[in-house]
């Protein structure tokens, strides 16, 4: 439906799945294989990390319920205030600069500074740590859990990947590996971070995630973003384009990837690309302008 669209991407590799909840509507993959493995970067936290997390007591403190966490400044942290983006923490900490090993990220993401002030800002910090209390309190690590619940597969891959960065840091370029470095340095799996897909995979995912209204809302900020458990409500930093609804919700990833939903249509986007290849100083305007005009074609299409 969008073969043309999809050529024009400014983006090295592309791919576009679209769908109601009954049935994948189109889908397409330009300059990258029909089933390539994608990095899903900070899709992973709605996709892999949010349903598990979910199954845990959301309104316990952290420290009652992690004895890692007790006595640690996240210890009166709850899990729905990590998934809701309002635990007070950094958006990011570069852990992988001092941090030798997966333990070791842990034990600094433990003593990450909080300012429990209610407010809602964006934090990778909160889904690292919502990724390891799953690991440790279900016993298995989230490369189980995901490709037992969904496919979605952390590296190794059993087959091609799309390359990403550049990286200046590893010295070489990445494909098939995370980009994201606190989850390489985590040994490639994290809750924030490192999940790989197809786009069959990725849309199926997504798909489960459409039901009739947007998840309820659960928490704000001053800057008009607005938070459910995991999805970003409208606006949603403009990630469902200029004819998002709204009622619309969906996630972003770093190195190029969104889902946006649209429940009072009826109908989901997923866009997976490399928009960082090769390197992420490139300009994102051609990106977000394609994004939009794709949106934009889809509404036009669907509504």
């Not at 966490?69 to 009166?76: E, I």
């Not at 635990?87 to 941090?99: D, S």
């Not at 333990?103 to 809602?120: I, K, N, W, Y």
């Not at 001053?222 to 009622?247: K, M, N, Q």
Request: glycine residues 10%.
């Amino acid at each position: 439906m969008f073969e043309a669209l999809l050529e024009r991407a400014p983006m090295p590799a592309v791919g576009v799945g679209v769908f109601t909840a009954e049935r994948v509507v189109s889908r397409g993959v330009a300059r990258a294989e029909a089933d390539a493995w994608w990095d899903l970067a900070s899709l992973t936290k709605v996709l892999v990390t949010l349903p598990e997390a979910l199954r845990l007591p959301l309104d316990a403190p952290l420290g009652s319920v992690w004895a890692r966490a007790s006595g640690k400044p996240v210890g009166a942290v709850t899990v729905r205030q990590l998934l809701s983006h309002t635990a007070g923490l950094p958006p990011t900490i570069p852990f992988f600069r001092t941090a030798a090993s997966r333990e070791e990220v842990v034990s600094m993401a433990l003593e990450s500074p909080v300012a429990l002030t209610g407010r809602a800002d964006y934090s990778d910090i909160g889904y690292l740590l919502a990724g390891e209390l799953v690991r440790e309190t279900r016993g298995l690590g989230l490369d189980a859990l995901a490709l037992s619940r969904s496919g979605l597969r952390f590296a190794p891959l059993p087959g091609p990947a799309v390359p990403t960065e550049q990286c200046p840091w590893r010295g070489r370029l990445v494909c098939g590996e995370v980009h994201d470095e606190n989850a390489y340095a985590m040994g490639g799996v994290a809750g924030h971070a490192g999940a790989f897909g197809t786009l069959d995979l990725v849309t199926a995912a997504a798909q489960s995630w459409l039901g009739p209204a947007p998840p309820p809302f659960v928490s704000a900020n001053p800057d008009g973003e607005r938070f459910a458990l995991g999805w970003w409500l409208h606006p949603a930093r403009g990630i469902g384009g200029s004819t998002a609804s709204v009622s619309g919700y969906g996630q972003a990833g770093f190195v190029g990837n969104r889902i946006w939903f649209e429940p009072d249509h009826g109908y989901g986007v997923v866009i997976l690309s490399n928009r960082i290849h090769p390197t992420r100083a490139a300009d994102r305007a051609p990106f977000t302008d394609w994004c939009d005009t794709l949106l934009t074609a889809v509404a036009n299409q669907l509504r």
